[in-house]
């Protein structure tokens, strides 16, 4: 939100509308109102939903990598972020139920059945 304000802030000089409407020339709205409808509207705007900043900048941000067509690439990223912290110090010695299986011993036949009274 603060990287987008400040963008504007920065570029306010730049963005004379009415003296571009005044001298005919079309300012394109209607496609980033479209795209606000479809990305956010159309997903934060459920009826009984209750949305966390935190939460709803995720949704939306995971609905816009989908929209995008990166969500693949992200996905992956994700993937192998995830990976690191959760999986390679689990499983740097061995896959962990293997081991207690083997040191378990279990056996492979099954118990006796029961003698009828």
Same mark, same amino acid.
């Given at each position: =939100?603060?990287?987008?304000?400040?963008? /504007? !802030?920065?570029?306010?000089? #730049?963005?004379?509308? @009415?003296?571009?409407?005044?001298?005919?020339?079309?300012?394109?709205?209607?496609?980033?109102?479209?795209?606000?409808?479809?990305?956010?509207?159309?997903?934060?705007?459920?009826?009984?939903?209750?949305?966390? =900043?935190?939460?709803?900048?995720?949704? /939306? !941000?995971?609905?816009?990598? #989908?929209?995008?067509? @990166?969500?693949?690439?992200?996905?992956?990223?994700?993937?192998?972020?995830?990976?690191?912290?959760?999986?390679?110090?689990?499983?740097?010695?061995?896959?962990?139920?293997?081991?207690?299986?083997?040191?378990?011993?279990?056996?492979?036949?099954?118990?006796? !059945?029961?003698?009828?009274?």
């Amino acid at each position: =939100m603060d990287i987008c304000a400040r963008y /504007l !802030l920065n570029n306010a000089k #730049y963005l004379k509308y @009415d003296d571009y409407l005044k001298a005919g020339f079309p300012i394109p709205t209607g496609m980033i109102e479209g795209a606000c409808r479809h990305l956010i509207k159309d997903r934060m705007d459920i009826t009984g939903a209750r949305w966390t =900043m935190r939460g709803a900048e995720a949704v /939306l !941000l995971l609905g816009s990598l #989908y929209i995008s067509g @990166d969500w693949d690439e992200y996905w992956q990223f994700h993937l192998q972020q995830e990976h690191k912290p959760n999986h390679l110090a689990l499983y740097s010695s061995g896959i962990p139920l293997i081991k207690q299986v083997l040191k378990g011993r279990c056996s492979t036949t099954p118990p006796p !059945l029961p003698i009828p009274v």
